[in-house]
């Protein structure tokens, strides 16, 4: 039996607050899950979408409110807070239960159903700084902004007049609002994979993936280092949060490699562009790959395939920059008292590869869809977790209430963070901005594709500051992402390209919340911090350019255009790391480095950006070979991954 985490104490105590805490969990868990697993038409329902969501919304909503008065030791307070939860609870039942009814009146604007969709719209604004911080309701309430007075707007971004009760009835009760796509998938879809992650987090799965990322990288150089990417990245996936990861794993990781003597803002940097890059890897990447496959129309394995070449080039130069550090440094591997067996830990947590297992099998060999995928995953991993432990872990049938709570609690935020990024999409929609927006960046971008890419990426950096990663993409893909599409760049291509330079907010100066959180376990400036995160994340910032005029990073084109792209842009980012750490085979002056960095530069160019761009591949490669043979004639350094 596991310790008991603070959901399943507080079901235990605190009274009403924590019985009604527990069921408003267990709400926004159970009907996501009968909803995916279509256990509604085993009863004879036929339900719309947006009757789950009103309801779940409703539930994550009057959640929020119970979590105002939570440690309250005011009982007027602590009632009217629980009095204000069961009258939002109500309110969503009765909004899901009549829906068919209200939309069909919503167009006649009635006052009863302005005076709902005000309380409602009120009390998604009164969470949301809460739950998202105070970016997010910024951006929405601006938003709200033009959709009131955006008529009185002069020049081109003047929209069409809409009066207060047309908006707050669109925005609240239309499938193009609150009730729409955004939220549609972060209920059906998302609330399972969160679940699967909970349970991960409390079996032991956690402290498994640490023990074969010790086994597997803590012998070679810079082993801490390694050993942190490895388990940020695995679990950074699952967990969906940059942040979380940074505050759930650098705990362990970033003392680890400040011992081994990576400076401070090095070891926070390490830990916050590994986190911040889980959410690139497949199968969750941070719930955002579910919203594109929708908002685009493809399969999700389309947007999962076409997202691991560049999520393997992000964590490739990650670890080259790591160990030319670490050679630089002379920072040797872990203490070999302090590397568990990886045989003995493999045999010890084998069963929780299964659920993966599964979780592939469903989506690929059995064309599931993604939410059903990851219910046979969750009880798959729940049956595992059962029979076996892990390091004196192991769930007990005690622990699944706690699961199912925690499960809820986590999924608010996301619930809450995707009905703003409706409102922003309704907005959008009534206004006309959308394709206003659209016509003004094309327009300012003079009919180049690159100045356009350029100006797209910056928005999307500034347009990320301070949001969460789903947030984040929702936004840009409604604003930003139609203006690539409309100058031919691959629909898929322009959405990785926006997600990608969104989620790099996340470590980019001035507003790095990933770098910053990691900055303070470290004990280092937020600020410098940030910027060496830049530098170690520099990749991230060019790959997505290199997969715009190389569709084959990507993996669109032939086997062999998908190798020659990965192999030289698998050169160019060594050679640029190298010259930037200032390392190869030994430390290197700045002509050295200045040469590698050309040479990489060179192979990074995408053979078909302009006619002769394929030459630039045999200069970096003939620059490479230069250096490599200038090296060979001092002391040789080891190789990337080398042991000690």
Known sequence: MLPRTAEEQACRGDGAIAWVKCALGLLIVALPVAYAGNLYRLLGLSLYDAQILAMVLACALALGIVQLAQGSRRPAYRAVAIAGALGTLALGAYVALFYPAISMQAPFLPAWLIVVSGVLL???????????????????LLFLAYGTFGHLVPGPLQSRQTSAPELLVYLAIDANGMLGTALRVAVVVVVPYMLFGQLLSRCGAADFFNDIALAGMGRFRGGPAKVAITASGLFGSISGSAVGNVVGTGVVTIPMMKRAGFPPSYAGAVEAVSSTGGQLVPPVMGAAAFIMADLIGVDYATVMLAALPSALLYYL???????????????????????PSGWQSLRHGWHFLLPFVVLFYALFALNLRPEAAALYAFVSLLVVSLAFGYRGKRVGLGDILAVLVAGGTAATSLILVCAAAGIIIGVLNISGLA?????????ASGGSVLLLALLTAAISVVLGMGMPTVGVYILLATLVAPALVEFGIPVIAAHLFVFY??????VTPPVALAAFAAANIAEARAWPTSMTSVRLAWPAYVVPFLFLFAPSLILEGSPLEVLRALGTAILGIY???????????QSRGIAFRGLLILGGVLALIPAGLFPAAGYTDV????????????SKSLPAGRAVLSGE
């Open 122 to 140: 009120g009390l998604l604004l009164l969470n949301l700084s809460r739950a998202a911080g105070l970016g997010i309701l910024a951006v929405v």
């Open 317 to 339: 130069a990650v670890f080259i920059n790591v160990d030319l550090q670490a050679a630089k440094r002379g920072i040797r591997s872990v203490e070999p008292e302090l590397i």
């Open 435 to 443: 394709f206003n927006l659209t016509l003004h960046i094309a327009n």
């Open 501 to 506: 330079f969104g989620l790099l907010s996340m």
């Open 575 to 585: 050679m640029v790391t190298a010259g930037i750490v200032g390392y190869m085979g």
């Open 619 to 630: 200069a970096g490669l003939a620059v490479f070979a230069l250096c490599w043979l200038a």
